[in-house]
């Protein structure tokens, strides 16, 4: 999007240069007839060229071939059209001022782009740490791409040795095997594992295969993927080789992370603007009710496993720990202050988590966090638990507007929880996160478990 927008900026600005220059009014129509065609005739020798389509993450150098390709298709097309289509003196110098206009701006637009989507690559990814299952063929060419591709945003920590097969990676970045692969997860900061080892054909396929290259018949082979990993998977590229992410969400699209990041950056600063108010009130009447702080900041377990920290009105005289902290609030707790136990029933106290939203740690609609002792006990007892860090947690859920939310002392309620946020997150869209909002507002079910 990011690089159609940036071509078409530039045939837009060239067009108003030549426009400028235009006072006839005959002339400036005819100039709107060339801007349209040159538009129509970009957009299609680039959809052709699959200029819009270059990884964002590969080097820009496929970038600049792909768009000299197109910037010479047009020039071929545009000496075709004054080849069979004389043009006028006027128009002439409308179509030269475009096609000389295009690599002078298209230039410094097209840096303008490239480094806005580095930005956002530092800004929003940081260092993704990869972790290869398999030592073969397969697991070099793995370490191949992310070289060439992902440069200093992408660390490969090493690989997970998964036996039979002939090993051509360094030995000493052999970081364990199936065996000890558990361990090494849980000591070692890993945001992906690649699976890189060949898959064994059987006997009857290439049987199969034989008789078919002995009559000339032409072979499909459908490897099956939806027993292997289920219903939730996607057919990808991992640069020039073919992959699957096994585990594909609603949010791993990119239309629908940016409509949601857009949503949450908007709500939340205009929820703070709005709310500035009450913070004051609030912040007045916490100190002079009980000594401490106006905010208690604890630490939470965001996306990816990383902790942060959270911004919440004091509703106690005496908090527990903000880091390492494991004493659960109770029914009837006697730290909860009066204002805190209004705060805490209404959920007002979380009102300052929209600034973590602004930061960037949190969205407005997700998983609620919890404190790293909850977060291993409920790693450690509940299946899939961890899905539901694969993306940012948020300030309400649908789990909080179900009644799961407060206490996880049963299984019951802990798998409650867990299944309601990955059930959040596999059927995510824009409509469900406004119906949580409203409902986390309005509802009673919201609030019967807060205390």
């Known amino acids: 999007m990011l690089y159609l927008g940036g071509d078409m900026l530039t045939i837009v600005l060239i067009s108003c240069i030549a426009f400028y ?36 993450y590969s080097k820009v150098n496929l970038r600049v071939v792909n768009y000299i390709k197109t910037y010479i298709l047009l020039i071929g097309i545009v000496v075709a059209l004054y080849t069979f289509f004389p043009l006028s003196g006027e128009t002439k110098n409308i179509v030269a001022a475009i096609v000389l206009g295009i690599p002078i701006i298209g230039i410094p637009v097209n840096l303008l782009v490239v480094n806005t989507i580095e930005h956002l690559r530092n800004s929003n990814s940081g260092t993704k740490y990869t972790l290869v299952a398999g030592v073969g063929d397969m697991a070099g060419n793995v370490e191949k791409h992310l070289q060439r591709h ?4 992408s660390k490969l920590k090493g690989f997970i040795d998964c036996k039979k097969e002939e090993c051509v990676v360094p030995q000493d970045r052999v970081v364990g095997d199936l065996d000890t692969i558990n361990e090494y997860l849980k000591t070692n900061s890993v945001d992906e594992i690649v699976i890189a080892i060949p898959v064994k054909v059987s006997k009857k396929v290439k049987s199969i295969i034989a008789a078919a290259d002995y009559h000339g018949v032409r072979v499909k082979y459908i ?13 990808t590229r991992y640069g020039e080789l073919d992959a699957i992410n096994v585990r594909q969400l609603p949010l791993d699209e990119d239309y629908a992370f940016f409509l949601k990041n857009s949503f949450d950056k908007i709500f939340s600063a205009s929820a703070l603007l709005a709310l500035f108010p009450l ?18 900041c604890p630490i939470r377990i965001g996306k990816g496993g990383k902790p942060f920290k959270v911004f919440k009105f004091r509703s106690m005289r005496e908090n527990d720990a903000a880091t ?45 966090p919890h404190r790293g002792f909850l977060n291993q006990k409920l790693q450690e007892s509940v299946d899939k638990y961890m899905i539901r860090h694969y993306f940012k947690p948020g300030i309400t859920g649908w789990a909080q507007v179900n009644g799961w939310r407060g206490p996880t002392e049963t299984d019951e309620q802990r798998k409650q929880r867990t299944m309601h946020d990955l059930w959040y997150m596999e059927k995510w869209s824009f409509g469900l996160d406004i119906k949580i909002i409203y409902r986390t507002i309005f509802s009673r079910k919201t609030h019967k478990s807060a205390y």
């Open 21 to 56: 220059f235009i006072n006839d009014k005959e002339y400036q129509q005819t100039a709107w007839i060339v801007l349209v065609v040159t538009v129509f005739a970009w957009t299609l020798i680039s959809y052709w060229i699959r200029l819009q389509d270059s990884d964002l």
């Open 150 to 153: 992902n440069g200093s945003h």
């Open 223 to 235: 490897p099956d993927y939806r027993g292997l990993f289920g219903d939730s998977y996607k057919m």
């Open 279 to 296: 913070f004051v009130v609030l912040a007045i009447m916490i100190k002079l009710e009980s000594p401490g702080p106006v905010f208690y």
């Open 324 to 368: 390492g902290g494991t004493m659960s609030t109770q029914v009837n707790d006697p730290r909860i202050t009066k204002l805190g136990s209004v705060l805490r029933k209404y959920s007002l106290d979380e009102l300052p988590q929209f600034m973590n939203v602004l930061l960037g740690d949190m969205s407005v609609v997700g998983p609620r």
